[in-house]
């Protein structure tokens, strides 16, 4: 495709959706995405309902999948006590092999351009954009959003500031055969220096995901010892453990993940999903606000292409403003309540508090999660 109008960097969940939204408004569009489909991610890959209605218009069938439909949450603490609630919106498991892998069949359906390669630099140069590809090729056009996830190569050419400081958060995850874990359940169990999270996928396997400091990891050296040790010292885990089989040749880990601050437009990019800014896991909401934040840019881009009095100042002013409204405070509650659950003393005291009032829960979860979505 020669001097697309818009080009979208990374092909993950954001970048996949904001595709779809752009196509089905008739602008032509390339998604530059460094890997192949389908691939594993570390994610917890529980999604929250309120994408539902939203991706179904873009015409992800989603009812047909026979996948888990999750509306109960389990919270365990590392001394065993737990508390049961009833999720107010509820989620589906599936699993990111799959759920990227569809996306991306649905845009080339419905005429997504895709280019497999890693974008090293994009610069704004008489407003026009210029993108630079490993592969050498350059492409120019005239609207770029950055979907390139959590930690890029792109962070450190574009000089963001996140990308300074060091991340002691690892992701490990791995797929599990099922020995009984219900349908219907995602759990979240504490255990010392980090939480890991339970929930089937759409092959019925257990996904089990954790997010965890460094240096509690570290004393361990690999990731089986430290199961065993750490992580076994919540006994729903070490229930879980003790007898759960791996389908995964080696379980998948990601260093450095970065909950700082971000900027939802850099570099005259508009970003998206956890390229704009992640919100802690147990949250259970990363998803849907990527897939959310691409719904925003879409239709500010949509504007700019369209509306000739609508400049380029005013989508990046526009989407800066309608970012920071909808997600700002999900991040700043989920930066606390993620402390809350890793400071031991506090988060026993904490769930005694919660589990004589689920009034509270509910409180505390709908604070991270928005109302469902529609185009
Ligand atoms: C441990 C853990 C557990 C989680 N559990 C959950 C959960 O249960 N539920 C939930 O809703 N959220 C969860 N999340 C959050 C969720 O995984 C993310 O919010 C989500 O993946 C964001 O999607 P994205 O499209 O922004 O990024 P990604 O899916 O990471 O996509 C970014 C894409 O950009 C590509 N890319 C990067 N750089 C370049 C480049 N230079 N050129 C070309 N392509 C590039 C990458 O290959 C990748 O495909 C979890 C996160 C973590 C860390």
Redesign the pocket.
Known sequence: MNNPKVVI????????TAALDLVQKEIPVLV????QYPSH????????NEVKPYLEQLGLELDGLGLPKIDTLQVSTQNGKLIEIDLPLGGFGIS?YAF?HKLYQLALKKGVDFLF????DVQLVNDEFSITLASKEKISSAVVLG????R???DIKLNRNFIKEKSP?L???SHYKNNGHPSNL?GLHNFPGGYG?L?LTEEGDVNF???VKYESFKKEGDIEAFNQTVVSQNPYLRDFLSNAKTKFEKPLS?AQ?SFEKKKAVDNHILM????AG??H?LC???????IHSAKLAAEQVAMFTEKPNFTRKDMEKEYQILWEKNFRKRLWMGRCLQELMLHTKWFNLGMYTVANSKILLRELISSTHGNPILN
């Open positions: 960097i990374g092909g993950g969940l954001a970048g996949l530059i995405e460094k890997n991610k570390v994610c917890g890959e529980y999604v929250s990111r990227d390669d890693t974008v090293i979907a390139f996830g959590k890029s190569n792109l958060w992701g490990i995850k995602v999270g929930s995901c954790c997010l990601i993940i998206c999903g956890d390229t992640l919100i896991p259970g909401n990363g998803m849907a606000m990527a």
